[in-house]
């Protein structure tokens, strides 16, 4: 009996064992089925991903029939605008297709660079060539459109005229009847009076033409009014902590060597250039503006094509917020009183990859300042 039993217990426990046995073995199994689902799943959702993200534009052929089809055609565009431009009554009414256009090159331009990955550097640089001469012939008819405000010499005193006539007078009346030497002095200068004249206008000119020179300053706050002066440039150079408030229209402008600075400006007919700068807060509006050289600066723009910056960093942007009386007609003269909202498209030259750029950001909005108003 106790034979039995103990046959019975080994029975038992072998029947416990190979129960353990297969448990163990369908655990196993069950885990090598999960194991096995889950790469099936993984290699499933790398198809699908990887045709998903199949681009049919991911070809340098096909990259360079729709690049080529729409330069194309915005060179076109441009040159009936052009033609269209010419006159006083096409002007009114190519202004909104100059916008649109201004666009268009905008997103040819995007276009490119987000192609720019798996195209060949030779293809990345003629590309970029062709919206450059886009860019070009955009704001040659711009240009066109803001024909230049002519000169004119009315209430100026001329007076280096004034001291020739003055000297003469001085000469003749110290020369003796056979001072034969002292009459060639006096005619001399009477002979190049008439020339003087015609210096005396060309140095008023010119000097209406630079007129708003602010340099080699520290601390200091500069106000200027341009009134009539649309033709002239303005010139900033080795400013350390200082305001500046530009009122009026300028035809261009030059930023070079600014830190810690505050500037404003109105209107600018042609261009802006930015140029080592600092730690500073501009407010500028332009038909296009380009930045190099510069850190920690804060940007606020209204442009009419894509702002651009190069070797730049710590670059924030933001729209326009300046203000003075009159301003409104000023932005109207100089083509800048709608908000085309490119300020925040920005291209970085020496960034050309997809992704963004690190160097520049938008200034978010609760960190934006108030708006500024220039009537000081």
């Not at 729409?70 to 605008?81: N, P």
């Not at 110290?174 to 206008?201: F, H, N, W, Y």
């Not at 933001?318 to 109207?332: K, M, Q, V």
Request: with cysteine; aromatic share 6%.
């Amino acid at each position: 009996m106790a034979n039995v039993d103990i046959a019975e217990r080994d029975q038992t426990k072998e029947d416990n064992g190979d129960a353990a046995l297969h448990q163990k073995h369908a655990a196993m199994l069950q885990r090598l089925a999960i194991k096995e689902d889950a790469r099936l799943q993984k290699s499933a959702a790398r198809r699908a991903g990887s045709l998903a993200s199949e681009n049919p534009n991911e070809s340098t052929d096909r990259f360079v029939d729709a690049f080529s089809t729409s330069a194309k055609q915005l060179e076109q565009t441009l040159s009936s605008l052009q033609q269209l431009v010419s006159s006083e009554a096409g002007r009114s009414s190519a202004r909104s297709d100059l916008d649109a256009t201004a666009i268009r090159i905008s997103e040819l331009e995007q276009f490119l660079a987000e192609h720019s990955y798996f195209l060949p550097v030779y293809e990345v640089r003629a590309s970029q060539s062709a919206v450059s001469m886009l860019r070009e012939k955009l704001e040659s008819v711009n240009a066109e459109m803001l024909p230049k405000k002519r000169f004119s010499f009315k209430g100026k005193a001329n007076k280096i005229p004034k001291a020739i006539e003055a000297l003469s007078v001085k000469v003749s009346e110290s020369i003796r009847p056979s001072d034969s030497g002292a009459r060639d002095i006096l005619q001399s200068v009477q002979d190049c009076e008439g020339t003087s004249m015609e210096a005396a206008k060309h140095s008023e000119a010119l000097s209406m033409r630079l007129a708003c020179v602010i340099q080699d300053l520290e601390g200091a706050i500069v106000v200027r009014d341009l009134k009539e002066q649309e033709d002239s440039e303005v010139i900033l150079e080795n400013l350390t902590s200082c305001s500046v408030y530009i009122r009026g229209i300028c035809r261009a402008m030059h930023v070079h060597k600014v830190k810690s600075c505050k500037i404003y400006a109105g209107p600018i007919t042609g261009s802006a250039l930015i140029e080592e700068v600092e730690d500073c807060s501009m407010m500028l509006a332009s038909q296009q503006i380009r930045i190099h050289n510069a850190k920690k600066t804060d940007m606020y723009l209204r442009v009419r094509s894509r702002p651009i910056v190069e070797y730049t960093s710590d670059i924030r942007f933001a729209p326009y917020a300046f203000s003075y009386p009159g301003i409104e007609n000023d932005l109207s003269v100089a083509s800048l009183n709608q908000e085309t909202g490119l300020w925040e498209h920005v291209d970085d030259f020496r960034w050309l990859r997809a992704t963004p750029s690190p160097n520049w950001c938008i200034l978010p909005e609760e960190e934006r300042a108030a708006p500024v108003d220039g009537s000081l």
